[in-house]
């Protein structure tokens, strides 16, 4: 079923129709080529199920409508011009600008399985695509996860937007840790950002301490300049390197003030998930 393969992945917008076509009968869309200006990125992609149904995103229905009715039409796999310099006169993108298409009516479902089993186990995964003269290759990173640990309205905040957004988030509040203790069962990798927001600033050292010696992309902790300053010197008096202690991340937000727990949430969330999709960016 297709909701097996979706499942786990389901959180992430950027992975939905990969994860659709490791099934049978599913034809994949990629866009390998963009003039002027779109909404997507290169290498967005959208799945087409049997029924005719969707799966992903490409932002325009009318294009959508569209690569289903050229899929259902398409033999093997080819380039489509659609928008400016397209053949098909009685097409055009609002945006004036012009994507080239791959079609794959039945892309490669092993190298699809694979790239998925790795992104379900949070390894990064590269996919290549081919119309038969060209090329493509599509690289794809595990989903952004947040750790959250903290006290008090900002922390259920945090956890609120995070579960709107679906992004994956792993919260811990004071009663979930031990003072002076890092827990034993956070796991930080490359795409997983840490957000300490504690009024009570002797419960972050060794929180801290942990994740910055980690490979975690994002190390943030809630406070001011008098509180950024007394964490940096005591943290250097525990020995963590200079290094690590400059990529703590203090204020934290795009929003230099936050008067609500809901406005700092979002502030921090933004500089999350920007800093998130510069890495996808150059992936």
Same mark, same amino acid.
């Given at each position: ?157 945090? *956890?609120? #937007?995070? +579960? ?8 811990? =509040?004071?009663?979930? @840790? $031990? /003072? ?65 202690? *400059?990529? #703590?991340? +203090? ?8 008067? =609500?727990?809901?406005? @700092? $949430? /979002? ?17």
């Amino acid at each position: 079923m297709l909701a097996d393969f979706t499942s786990d992945v389901a959180r992430d917008e950027d992975h939905l129709a990969l994860a659709a076509a490791c099934q049978p009968g599913v034809g994949l869309c990629t866009i390998v080529g963009i003039e002027g200006s779109f909404s997507r990125r290169l290498g967005a992609q959208l799945a087409v199920l049997p029924d005719g149904s969707t799966v992903g995103d490409l932002a325009d229905s009318c294009l959508e409508r569209q690569l289903v009715s050229d899929m259902t039409a398409t033999q093997g796999s080819r380039v489509i011009r659609y928008g400016r310099g397209s053949a098909k006169i009685d097409f055009r993108l609002p945006c004036g600008g012009g994507l080239d298409i791959l079609l794959e009516p039945a892309p490669d479902r092993a190298a699809c399985r694979s790239a998925f089993e790795a992104l379900r186990t949070r390894r990064p995964a590269r996919l290549t695509f081919e119309d038969g003269r060209h090329l493509f290759e599509r690289t794809y990173l595990p989903s952004l996860k947040l750790v959250v640990m903290g006290e008090g309205p900002e922390l259920d905040a945090v *956890a609120s #937007l995070c +579960s709107a957004m679906k992004i994956d988030v792993e919260v811990y =509040s004071r009663d979930d @840790l $031990a /003072l002076g203790q890092a827990p034993r069962n956070v796991n930080y990798d490359l795409w997983t950002a840490c957000l300490l927001l504690f009024h009570d600033h002797e419960w972050e050292l060794a929180l801290l301490e942990q994740a910055l010696a980690s490979e975690a992309f994002y190390v943030g902790a809630q406070g001011g300049e008098r509180a950024r300053a007394d964490r940096i010197l005591a943290l250097a008096a525990r020995g963590v390197p200079e290094e690590q202690i *400059a990529r #703590l991340t +203090s204020p934290i937000g795009l929003m230099p003030t936050c008067k =609500s727990p809901r406005a @700092l $949430a /979002l502030s921090a969330l933004s500089e999350i998930v920007g800093r998130y999709e510069q890495m996808r960016a150059v992936a």
